[in-house]
């Protein structure tokens, strides 16, 4: 070992330093300063160049996005026809989603938050060594949670809320649970709305009112109607060629190649759940209505969304917790507070105002998530807003990408209004998270 | 700083309720652990169901681990034969990080360098805000700014025949728009951390800004930079809309950032949004991909973390 050493050429200066202490010799100085002066150039040009990628990007949309942009955007369902296209069901799926996204992300990553940083364990004893452990793996884990992809997220989703484990059914039933094909049996007729488009021009659009009987079709069951395309004889003599897209009874599309048609179905029409193990409790046309297994419905979403948005909620909460100066909590605690007294009434209070920014950054990032939602609820025609936790959803990202992946050109202004009304949200949010933090340091100061 | 009287805290601590309180203190902490314990739970259940599904996967005919690991060739849905060989798709989602790397390592790092060491405060203060509103952009508009502005863009300057409709190239550049931000951000608070004492040395010799910047500042925050960049990349792996919606839908292997390529995200929105029957073999290889997407950028998020834990303990 010595002499592997000994025979190691005799140490040079380290470069570094050198080449540091030959920066004082003015051997090169006019051409120390023009490399500063290139560096500095190349820097400018370069975050000139991220600033005007902002400036495209939000140009680039605004002038794509204006024309559609009109009152009937914001009231109307998604429609085939550019002008008459909108974006109502997808914002009021995206509130449901993210609101409750947050009542189920909120308290868990605050508590989380909490025990991370005001329930540090203190070891020694065997049981307080393993809540060490377990403690700062918990924070390791959290920050490693952060940089899973959200599209794996969703996965999780798909298999633990939307056909939980099919536990209550195959998957495959489970996942078209709803889809009660069902009504479509030969000779069984249901209240519904026909709307008839033609495929090219987006000119004639007739709605066909009443009640509407399946005379003929070739469905027998769910799997098969989701794969193949069928042939469906209506019974005023029509015929109709298409796949059924939907997952949820609620909304059934035909898409043959020359006509397309919907035929929407009321809840109420909902006559019998293809999972015969599915749980319900409730009326599905009321507020109070649960089933099991959730299916691609406003809850499993939620739920999703909340595993991908815990780990941004935690770290928040726990460096706005981390800033609260130690003396309020020794304060309260020399007037013999409890922990939990310390933490509910003085800590929480002062850190609330981080919490909140953090959180309202949370709910921006759920708001613009779209690949999770996307394995989840899978892409519907949906024409109304939800109903309750069972309903299923559109969302604005959603939306948005099913617009932007269609090949004509008025779908992307189409898309890009929608874009410009997510960004809005996106753009009040942080308003109103500077707003709070702006708020906070005027009152530390 | 005067705060005023707090009468409730006073009449908390008082003796008076002190079974009551205590009781509450063990109920709240139990509490407390079972919700952290949820996080370790949550890491648990992604490995316990990409594992149990994949598994499931390897079991279905058409399908062998060999074949899945070893072979180039990916052609599920297309009737007759399927063959499952994750490299085309490793391939696209190589290829659409490495084009998002060459944009977004240097110019993030340079930005950073520039608003760290040169900026001037107004600057500054206009600029950050400009990189937090690029980072809370979401993804879906990134794709829709790469198919609607990047690659009408790339068809114009190298020519109509030879760019596809669809490219990786262009999803590449957006996804290199969007982990802008997050290289930049994280280097300039590594950058941040450097002690003034390194710079003001430096400065004493005679130093240049370039030479303290690139000789002192940057070597002495490495570790956050490489952090930064470890993160950045791992997120553009597991980048999904960008890619969905402008990298294409055809998998194979190949270098050109021109063509279309299909990434292993792109392949799962595929089959979610299309027509493919739960438990068939197409929908249950989303699982397998899945876990192959979710080792890789786990064990970059993990070894990023531990480095940017390394840099951080050096300045505090």
Redo the contacts between chains.
Sequence with gaps: MSSAISNLPPPEPAA?FG???N???PRSASW??L??RI??G???V??A???L??V??LG??VL?GTKYLTPSFFNNPPSRKPALAGFMPAIWGSVWVCFFCMVIALP?GV??A???EE?KPRGGTLWGGL?KR??S??Q?????????????????G???FV?MFGVFG???VA??DSMRVLSLKSGESVQATLVEETDTAYSLMSPLKGPLTIAKSDVDSA?EV??HTHHFELADGREVEG?L?SMDGTLISIDPGARKANIEFKPSDVRAYASENAIRLGNPDTFFFLRLPLGGSVLAGALTLA?VV??TI?IAASEALRAVPNSLRQG?FA???????VVS??VLPSALPGIMTGSI?AV?RA?????PL??VG??LFITFAPRNLMSDFAAM?LQ??NW??RPQEEF?QV??SG?LV??SV?LVF?FVAILVRQLFQRKLS | MSRPF?R???S????RNHAW??R??SL??A???L??????F??F??IA??LA?TYRFFLMPDVTVGEFFFSGKWSPLLGGEKHFGIWPLMCGTFLVTAVSAVLALP?GL??A???SE??PAKLRAV?KP?????A??????????A???ITPALKGLLGDQSVEGYNALSAGLAVG?MT?PIV?SLSEDALQAVPRALREG?FA???????V????VI?AALSGIIASYL?AI??A?????IV??AAGGLAQLTANPLNQVQTM?GW??QI??G?A???GVEYTS??AV?AV??VL??A???I??RVLARFREEYD
């Design positions: 570094g080449e540091l202490a920066c004082g010799v120390r300063t490399k500063n560096f500095l190349i820097c400018i370069v975050t160049i991220s600033v990628l902002l495209v990007l680039s949309i794509q868990m508590g989380t909490i025990f991370l329930y809540l377990g403690h793996f918990v390791l884990n959290i920050r490693n949670l952060a940089g899973v992809p959200s599209i794996v997220y969703g996965i999780i798909l298999t633990c056909r195959s998957p495959n996942m078209y799997r989701y794969v796949k897209r595993l815990l780990p935690i309260a007037l013999g507070c409890t922990r939990w007294q009434k003085t950054l921006s708001i613009g998530e779209a690949a996307l394995v899978g892409f990202p948005i990408y932007a992946q992307h898309a890009a874009i997510l960004l996106l942080n | 707090r409730d805290l006073l908390a601590g008082r003796a309180a205590y509450t203190e709240i902490t509490l407390l652990i919700l952290a314990a949820f996080s370790i949550t890491t259940a992604i169901v990409l599904e110019v340079v930005t360098v520039y608003l040169y900026a600029l400009v990189l937090e509103i690029l809370g952009i979401p993804t879906v508009v990134y794709g829709f700014f198919l609607t502005v728009i802008l930049c430096a010799t005679g130093a240049t800004k370039f030479d910047s690139v000789k002192v070597p993160l791992a997120r792996v597991g980048e999904t809309m969905a919606l995200t799962m929105v979610f949004l027509d029957p739960a438990d989303c699982y899945g997407l979710f950028t786990f970059i998020t993990v990023g973390n």
